[in-house]
Each structure stands twice: as C-alpha cells, then as structure tokens.
C-alpha cells in the first residue's frame, strides 16, 4: 500500500482531498491518518509527509487547511463559554443553583482549546508579549572584544526570540 505507484492518480487526489477535509473540519492530521474511515484507503503519515515536502502547492494546501481548523476550535471556544449561561438547575428546594462542576468543565475545555491556538497559530491566537526598550542609546565603543561579542549574542537571542 505504501508503493508509490500504488498512489497516483485519483486515488492519490481522493485521499489528499478527503485528508484536507477532515481537517478542516477541525480533526488532527494524526487522527485522519490512523482511522480508515469509510473504507477509504489513506496513506502512511510518512508517506503524507513526503507528499508535503515534495510539494509546495499540496504544503500552501495544507497550511490552509490548518488555518481553517484553528477557526473551528475558535469557534468552540466561543460554544463553550456560552454554554456557561446554561449551568444552573434547580435544587430540591425549588431554588435556581449553579452547576459549578459544569462551568469548571467548561472553562478547562476553553483553557486547553486557547492552549492549542496558542501553539498552532501563535500570530493570530497566541499571547503577545511586549519588551519595552529602557535605554536606546547604548556605548559599546568602549567594551573589551569578548565583551562586545557577548552583548552581540544577547542580542542576537533577543531578535530571534522576538521572532
């Protein structure tokens, strides 16, 4: 199954196509690949991810379909927190009670799904962090060679983690 000329073709676009699908109907690429649903033959995850490497239309594909994924987790998030306004009941008593279990349930779904944006999509979904610059005009003239190379990598890691 994992021959190369086993995938080409149609059934090679069906399953790019089915796998493109489902994730963006919110599934993990992993999930997709371990389930044969509906008796659709998919590929390996390695195979998937030569497919990827080899080429750039099929990777912008792929991309695209994660972007649309993160919208549906979003999405869920939004579900979740509004499902909040439905967790009273009503006790023995006749009195309207809170279901503290249920919100805490619910703001652990909307913590974990804010998590994976967070990771999947840190630009448009992750915590921004500013650093202020203190102090713009630095003298390095008059720093030892070995000094000037140190603040250099410091700075250098700086930019980096700024991405």
């Known amino acids: 199954?994992?021959?190369?000329?086993?995938?080409?073709?149609?059934?090679?676009?069906?399953?790019?196509?089915?796998?493109?699908?489902?994730?963006?109907e919110g599934e993990s690429l992993r999930s997709v690949l371990s389930e044969k649903r509906d008796k659709k033959l998919l590929p390996s995850r390695k195979l998937f991810n030569e497919w990827l490497n080899s080429d750039n239309n099929l990777s912008d594909q792929y991309v695209r379909a994660c972007m649309g994924r993160a919208d549906i987790i979003f999405e869920e998030i939004?579900?979740?927190?509004?499902?909040?306004?439905?967790?009273?009941?009503i006790d023995k008593m006749g009195n309207e009670r809170v279901d503290w279990g249920k919100v805490q349930r619910n703001r652990l779904q909307i913590d974990a799904r804010k998590w994976m944006l967070g990771k999947m999509n840190p630009k448009k979904y992750g915590d921004r962090i500013q650093s202020e610059v203190i102090n713009k005009n630095i003298d390095l003239s008059n720093l030892s060679e070995e000094e000037y190379r140190k603040k250099l990598e410091i700075a250098k890691r700086v930019i980096d983690a700024a991405g």
């Open 78 to 89: 939004l579900r979740y927190a509004d499902e909040i306004d439905n967790c009273n009941y």
């Open 1 to 24: 199954m994992g021959r190369p000329e086993y995938w080409k073709g149609s059934l090679k676009e069906d399953a790019i196509t089915t796998i493109m699908e489902r994730i963006q």
